[in-house]
T-cell receptor, first 112, second 119 residues
Framework: ELKVEQNPLFLSMQEGKNYTIYCNYS?????LYWYRQDPGKSLESLFV?????AVKQEGRLMASLDTKARLSTLHITAAVHDLSATYFC????????????FGTGTRLKVLA | GAVVSQHPSWVICKSGTSVKIECRSL??????MFWYRQFPKQSLMLMAT?????????EQGVEKDKFLINHASLTLSTLTVTSAHPEDSSFYIC???????????????FGDGTRLSIL
């Protein structure tokens, strides 16, 4: 059974600081997705990582994928309050049906 | 980007009633749609895969007779929560699978979600 775990589950940080969220998964997959969810809202797509070594950046967020280590990271640079949200990674299951298995989520709170 | 419309966005109803949620892909044909459930402060859990013209595939532990899924066209899937009870209160999110090669390699596009509250 594919499992996807995120670390930390909850993160409180000061504005201007840097931090990294980790996403570990238990079986082989070469596609990984990062989403943001605001309270009461659905998912907003952040990054699509399609191969080993993929790195993508958008604003203060940068995501990377290491398929050999089964690890993805979401790095936050100089956090601002607007980044406060819950972040999920998701992995394609190996069944070929494009089912996503979501990570446990990381609730990020950026303090002004 | 791809647009998936989900309706209603919020519904409150009495225990014992049935509630239907619609998921529409507005700008592409979706042979496959997915239904997720999310409890407060938890992750999304896949309930079932909805296939156009055939029966849905349910995940382990999801009651198919309670959560009826119909995918009668390439742009519409419906989830009906039958005889709903307070423990069914949750945030339900659908997604539609886009054709391969379209929309920047994103296989799934998510609706805005439906908040279901059963009194």
């Amino acid at each position: 059974e594919l499992k996807v775990e995120q670390n930390p589950l909850f993160l409180s940080m000061q504005e201007g600081k840097n931090y990294t969220i980790y996403c570990n998964y238990s079986t082989t997959s070469d596609r990984l997705y990062w989403y943001r969810q605001d309270p009461g809202k659905s998912l907003e797509s952040l990054f699509v990582l399609l191969s080993n070594g993929a790195v993508k950046q958008e604003g203060r967020l940068m995501a990377s994928l290491d398929t050999k280590a089964r690890l993805s990271t979401l790095h936050i640079t100089a956090a601002v309050h607007d980044l406060s949200a819950t972040y999920f990674c998701a992995v394609d299951s190996t069944s070929g049906t494009y089912k996503y298995i979501f990570g446990t989520g990381t609730r990020l709170k950026v303090l002004a | 980007g791809a647009v998936v419309s989900q309706h209603p966005s919020w519904v409150i109803c009495k225990s014992g009633t049935s509630v239907k949620i619609e998921c529409r892909s507005l700008d592409f044909q979706a042979t496959t749609m997915f239904w997720y459930r999310q409890f407060p402060k938890q992750s999304l859990m896949l309930m079932a895969t909805s296939n156009e013209g055939s029966k849905a595939t349910y995940e382990q532990g999801v009651e198919k007779d309670k959560f009826l899924i119909n995918h009668a066209s390439l742009t519409l899937s419906t989830l009906t929560v039958t005889s709903a009870h307070p423990e069914d209160s949750s945030f339900y999110i659908c997604s539609a699978r886009s054709p391969r090669g379209s929309y920047s390699n994103q296989p799934q596009h998510f609706g805005d979600g439906t908040r279901l509250s059963i009194l």
